[in-house]
């Protein structure tokens, strides 16, 4: 009698751990990823409710006033977390595009940093792909909807972190960049995931 339960639970174990192997490979679509207490960011997947927890992919920047680091996939910075710039887009200038991975990212503010006022605008533009950095295929024209007063003499610089170990060697850099901004869009050319500033000329 025992016997014959425990063949019945065996076989019902059998058939349950069957059935979810021959689950469709099923791509999880993430919400947005969101700062965790932990030091990583937290999406969960729309579909099935199951979470996925990553670390962060920051960015360091040392500016006037300003030194600390930025998560370009949930925006976390020492000061609180860039939101999501809604109808952010890149757009490839090849005319066969590659096939590109991951959702573009770009999550900014005004006025990001207290110490240093000379930031008027901050912003972190990447494709990100189950939490991490995906590779930016082609070079690309980026266009970001602002709606902010922007003196025509602002810039707009990449942030290149400091590389390698030696940061003496490889030092941060900022690298201006032409852009037009009109009808409230920032237009720009590029592939490199990065911090991007729009900074008042000094
Ligand atoms: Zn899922
Ligand atoms: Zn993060």
């Not at 096939?99 to 006025?111: E, M, N």
């Not at 709606?147 to 490889?170: F, K």
Request: net charge negative; with cysteine.
């Amino acid at each position: 009698m025992m016997f014959k339960k425990m063949i019945s639970f065996l076989l019902i174990f059998i058939c349950l751990t069957v059935s979810s192997l021959a689950e469709p490979a099923h791509e999880h679509t993430w919400g947005e990823w969101l700062p965790d207490e932990a030091g990583g960011h937290t999406a969960t997947c729309t579909e099935d409710k199951e979470t996925l927890t990553v670390k962060h992919y920051s960015f360091s920047v040392n500016f006037g006033q300003f030194s600390g680091s930025i998560c370009c996939v949930c925006g976390k910075t020492p000061e609180g977390v860039l939101p999501i710039i809604e109808g952010a887009q890149a757009q490839s200038q090849k005319s066969k595009p590659s096939s590109q991975r991951g959702a573009f990212i770009v999550r900014g503010t005004g006025s990001p940093f207290s110490q240093e006022p000379g930031v008027l605008f901050a912003f972190t533009a990447a494709y990100v792909r189950d939490g991490a950095l995906a590779t930016w295929k082609d070079v690309s024209t980026v266009t970001i909807p602002l709606d902010i007063n922007l003196p025509e003499t602002a810039l707009l610089i990449r942030v290149q972190p400091a590389s390698g170990d030696d940061s003496i060697q490889n030092p941060e850099q900022h690298i201006e960049m032409e852009y037009t901004y009109a009808d409230g869009i920032l237009s720009f050319t590029t592939k490199t995931p990065a911090l991007y500033m729009l900074i008042e000329s000094t």
